[in-house]
């Protein structure tokens, strides 16, 4: 029987074998070498010829904590840099962002899944401003966008793929441009002059689009684009026209993702990331979002719920939350957690939202009672993988 003992350190590379040498194993325990000799020498042959495709298994773990970065791959001269993409992309990841690197185990992988939107085409509004959530990059929507103003017979007066925008011709003159933004009745010469126009911007996440659409009235038909005004809010109407324009948008975008174009000259909007990471001495130290106050708040506490970390008290006007960010390990109360009920959460950690005079900077301190593993900089780097 001290064979057996010793298989738990084997790995078998053939199913059939190891169901081979399972059944051998159950045959030794039923029949004890002492109820026959012949049986237990065919029964060792057996055990011997269905170890032949088992191999001992060693440790590499070390290994990929210690591997080296491989080159870049070179492109030859003269090559057009624009026809290469990757196929399949890989995700940076700098010392900041990697963690606590075990030599005892395997770090887990970064999370590929969560730069794909749980809901696509989907209308979001925040503070008086509305938009459409676009898992997708503006080069490829851009074209779309221009499809629909053209199916919608809005017309694309003027346009700049770099800053994004698109103007529409005046919706007075078409009569479903009219439905689209419910004017009544026939075009007059009375009536207000009104066009469209949408913004195309990337998103807070990462490999996502915004695009946003405001109704302006206007004497007559502008000589050329119209500069968007970040600062301006919509009334209550021109906010729910806004929601039913871009709502249709999304039903056009989507119904025609199989038939979608690039714009190179859209891909050369600005795409500068509006989350950040900050890093000092190879440790995060704070996020900084281009983002105003509200939207940064907001996004926060979006992160924080998708990282699942419980929220125990927050103040906006303040900027701060009170989370629990300990460890599934420090979670449990070991063998006895079968027999208890589950610990209420608890204050570990605090993470503060404070304003600028551009960008919003995000920061985490340890509460006074918490003297776990969890340390300030690894809440950061676990809430920036959800903000961006």
Known sequence: MQVLSRTRYLRCTSPFKALTLKAQALKIQAFPFSAGKPLAIATGFALVAGLGGCSLVSDRSADYVSAPEGKAIELPAGADESRFRQVMPVRD???ANAGKLYPDGIPTPPDMTSEILDQNYVVEELDGRAWLLVNDVPGRLWPAVTAYMSDRRLGVAFDSPQLGLQQSELVNFSLRARELVQLEGEA?????????????????RRKSTEIQVRNIVVADQPEALLSWDTTLAPGSADLELQKRVLADMGEFLKAGEENKSFSRAASGMASKPLVKLISENEQ??????????GRAWAEVSRALNEADMTVIDLNRSEGWFQVDYRSTDERESGWF?????????????????????????????????????????????????YLY
């Open 93 to 95: 990841i700098n010392l």
């Open 188 to 204: 007059s010469a009375s009536e207000p002059k009104v066009l469209i126009q949408v913004r195309i911007a990337p998103g807070v």
């Open 284 to 293: 995060a130290s704070a996020i900084e979002m281009q983002l105003d106050y």
């Open 337 to 385: 957690s079968w027999f208890s009920d589950n610990e209420a959460p608890r204050h570990t950690h605090t993470v503060n939202v404070t304003r600028g005079e551009q960008k919003v900077q995000v920061s985490a301190e340890t509460a006074v009672n918490y003297s776990g593993e969890q340390t300030p900089s690894t809440l950061l780097n676990r809430l920036f993988a």
